[in-house]
């Protein structure tokens, strides 16, 4: 089963609009991380937003906020006011607590085009 | 403070031939983990470092990789005899040891196999 799943391969927001990019995930750890990258066609992966599952408050910083639902297993991104510098590839990620290292396991990721 | 670096950005080379590349992590970071993108797809994580030590490795794709970090510091990872499927995106990231920090990744070794 996929660990995490991204559903919308692409996405269309108009500029200044706020946009949701949905994420699922599966695990039976009951600790675990979650984070929000953004790939520009650049190529490089900037982080944009950390959730630990036992986080009472959904995270924020800056215009991205997380819905983060635990029951549901979801923690979607949600972008405010939405830029032209925010068209990108967003990748959702998890980091269970009992996998050595941290490793990060990735979804396959939104294209995200905001129009002006 | 300066990110993960890696060196080359783009390396092109003929089938069967072995290729090094490099990563410079944020200096004060003790974890190191590589991942492979191939084009459309999320990162896949590969083999990652505590200080100098491989902690995790069984993720690498093959014998033919493999990955050092001998003082702790800089990293390489090496593909012997490449193959046309290991055209992919190699990516390095660094992370600080405690469980909620980030990996910051560098800008990537995109590797072409003619």
Not at chain 1, 46 to 56: P, R
Not at chain 2, 45 to 73: C, H, I, M, V, W
């Amino acid at each position: 089963a996929q660990k995490i799943t991204q559903t919308q391969p692409g996405m269309f927001v108009q500029e200044k609009e706020a946009v949701t990019l949905d994420c699922t995930y599966d695990t039976s750890d009951p600790s675990y991380g979650l984070f929000w990258y953004k790939q520009p066609s650049s190529g490089e992966m900037i982080f944009l937003i950390y959730q630990g599952s036992y986080d009472q408050q959904n995270a924020t910083e800056g215009r991205y906020s997380l819905n983060f639902q635990k029951a549901r297993k979801s923690a979607n991104l949600v972008i405010s006011a939405s830029q032209l510098g925010d068209s990108a590839m967003y990748f959702c990620a998890m980091r269970e607590n009992n996998n050595a290292g941290n490793m990060l396991t990735f979804g396959g990721g939104t294209r995200l085009m905001v129009k002006p | 403070d300066t990110g993960v670096s890696q060196d080359p950005r783009h390396k092109i080379t003929k089938r069967g031939q072995n290729v090094t590349f490099r990563c410079d992590p944020i200096s004060e970071h003790n974890r190191l983990y590589w991942y492979r993108q191939t084009l459309g797809q999320g990162p896949e994580f590969l083999t990652y470092f505590q200080n100098e030590a491989q902690l995790e490795k069984s993720r690498l794709l093959s014998d033919r990789f493999s990955a050092e970090r001998p003082k702790g510091s800089f990293s390489t990872l090496e593909i012997q005899r490449t193959e046309q499927g290991d055209s992919a995106m190699y990516l390095c990231a660094s992370s600080l040891g405690t469980v909620n920090q980030p990996q910051h990744f560098g800008d990537g070794t995109r590797l072409s196999i003619l």
